[in-house]
């Protein structure tokens, strides 16, 4: 949904947005991945409205204008996330900026948060460094928070645990400088699958304090596909979970999630609210319809319209409301925008409470995989053929969304390979191939 923020929050939210990019964060490992890895995120533009003040009181407004550069090190890895801010979406000024740092085993170790303050120099305001066990996973998140003097302000860290299987369990935040916990997640898999999360807090100091239930989440699935979240609560006094929402998914013949439906617990499930999602030929998202639940049937209350090219690519999402009958530009408009590069974009899934366009360019792909595979004919329309140097065991072919359009293990000595794309949507595709020593990667594009 569109986000409302005033003044106040803005180096909040910009801290959740880059911690968005931490090793220990799904988001992140997602992006390192997914086979749009392929594809290095370039610039991502963030205009919103939100509750502004003047002389005549409380009003809204568009309050700001916000542009976020990636730059990468020669591996593909990000070396930096700059945010400009601009009052009049003209005139951009530098205001943040992240920088990472990696090891000999390409790990992240640490990365540093940089403000600008009015002298025009950068100045040093938080560092999170990063520790992993043997199998490379991370253990231990170290914030240490400056200001003023280069004194450290702060110390507090997240502490992760792991199964056997290496799905994580615990997620603790420990205070360092009180030598004390103050919240943690559990969770509790089956099959695979995560089934229950708990979230606890810290109470009644370091040495004579204890874990609080809150919060408890219970998933249920149909055969591998999620149909539920049960939100409960917990009654300290009567040592109990209580129901308190529910959250059911559907989903429509190709898999893709069609309806979330919010439910309320007040002695039996009550409807609350709705989201439905609409898809074209191509299985792109193209709207978000919200509705509430009134007087025993839904109502529309906000959507989201996607505006797509001829290839596809998400260029603008604008939220509306339904207001006296009528659909009308949101007062709280979160507008993002697409900035193109090689004319290739991806819409990601929300980072960290944002839902952003992102804007990706084609980075080199590795030169030994141009050197051992043609793709042909490139832009090509009903045929997508692959001509290796050398046997491969696996075909992959991905769409610009990460969706799996083609798999295939092939038959020994495999060197070629032609696939029918006639019913594929015009755009860009890019397919990954094993043989017996290395991984193979290329792009093509349809007409």
């Known amino acids: ?60 407004q568009e309050l700001g204008h916000y542009r976020y ?17 601009s009052g009049n979406g003209t005139t951009y000024n530098p205001a943040y900026r992240n920088t990472y740092e990696y090891d000999e085993q390409d790990r992240m170790t640490s990365y540093t948060v940089d403000c600008k303050w009015s002298d025009g120099h950068w100045q040093f305001y938080d560092i999170y460094d990063f520790t992993y066990d043997e199998l490379d996973r991370v253990i231990v998140n170290h914030n240490t928070n400056w200001q003023g003097a280069g004194y450290p302000d702060g110390h507090d860290e997240y502490r992760y645990e792991y199964d056997e299987e290496g799905h994580i369990i615990r997620e603790a935040l420990y205070f360092c400088d009180l030598n004390e916990y103050y919240t943690q997640w559990l969770y509790t898999y089956e099959n695979g699958k995560l089934i229950s999360k708990c979230y606890q807090r810290w ?40 129901d308190y929402e529910n959250t059911i998914y559907e989903y429509d013949d190709t898999g893709a999630t069609k309806y979330a439906t919010l439910q309320t617990w007040s002695g039996e499930w009550v409807n609350k609210s709705r989201t439905t999602k609409t898809y074209n030929e191509s299985g792109t998202l193209t709207q978000e319809l919200y509705q509430a639940w009134q007087n025993e049937e839904w109502v529309d209350k906000r959507r989201c319209d996607y505006t797509l090219d001829n290839y ?28 193109y590069n090689d004319g290739a974009s991806i819409l990601s899934e929300s980072v960290q409470s944002y839902q ?24 090509g329309t009903s045929q997508l053929n692959i001509q290796f140097h050398s046997p491969v065991t696996e075909v992959v072919v991905y769409d610009l969304m990460g969706r799996q359009l083609y798999h295939q293990t092939m038959p020994e000595n495999t060197i070629r390979i032609n696939i029918d794309t006639k019913n594929w949507s015009s755009g860009f595709y890019f397919w990954k191939a094993q043989n017996s020593s290395s991984t193979l990667y290329g792009k093509w594009v349809k007409e």
């Open 312 to 339: 596809g690519n998400c260029i603008e999402g604008m939220w509306k409301d339904y207001v006296n009958g009528e659909w009308i530009d949101s007062e709280s408009n979160n507008t993002l925008f697409v900035q």
């Open 69 to 85: 550069v990636f730059s990468y090190l020669p591996n593909g890895k990000i070396r930096q996330i700059q945010q400009y801010v």
């Open 203 to 242: 109470i009644g100091g370091a040495i004579s304090g204890e874990w609080w239930n809150y919060d408890l989440y219970l998933y249920t699935y149909n055969e591998d596909t999620l149909s539920n979240i049960l939100h409960q609560t917990w009654d300290q006094d009567n040592e109990v979970w209580c």
């Open 1 to 60: 949904m569109a986000l409302v923020f005033t003044y106040i929050n803005i180096n909040a939210q910009y801290q959740s947005f880059l911690s968005a990019f931490s090793p220990d964060n799904p988001h992140y490992q997602s992006i390192c991945e997914n086979p749009n890895s392929h594809f290095q995120l370039d610039t991502l533009y963030w205009n919103y409205w939100g509750e502004g003040y003047s002389p005549g009181g409380a009003h809204w």
């Open 356 to 379: 952003a366009k992102y804007s990706y360019q084609v980075v080199g792909i590795n030169e030994s995989s141009q050197n051992q595979a043609e793709t042909f004919p490139n832009p």
